[in-house]
């Protein structure tokens, strides 16, 4: 079973992500920032991480900087959603999928699906 990490500052959308993700066979582990999200990382390995981009306390290109900077986490697949633009929520950050808010969640599934190849 492949662990995914959901690191989402909205409790609500995080919570119905992980449901769906649930019942489509992953196991799920949640974070609300991306210090948490580290954390977790670093304590779980999850096959992928799903951020949001804009956050509190650490933010989800922040994140994914200190994810590439570990040399034990640094080839972890991660895929960015955000509200705003993707050129410029990706203009630091290449080869990293992006999906924009409000998202459809089959376009998600096949995302996580290829990302996990």
Do not use: H, W
């Not at 492949?2 to 196991?27: N, P, Q, R």
């Amino acid at each position: 079973m492949k662990t995914l990490l959901i690191v989402e500052d909205e409790f609500s959308l995080s919570e119905a992500l992980a449901s769906v993700l649930s019942e489509e066979g992953y196991c799920v582990l949640l974070a609300g920032n991306g210090r948490q999200g580290l954390e977790r990382a670093a304590e779980r390995r999850p096959d992928l991480v799903l951020t949001d981009l804009m956050m509190p306390l650490m933010d989800g290109r922040a994140m994914i900087q200190a994810l590439r900077a570990d040399p034990a986490l640094e080839k972890l697949p991660i895929i960015l959603m955000s509200a705003v633009d993707g050129r410029l929520a990706l203009r630091d950050l290449p080869g990293i999928p992006f999906v924009r808010k409000p998202f459809d969640l089959d376009t998600l599934l096949a995302l996580i699906s290829a990302a996990l190849q």
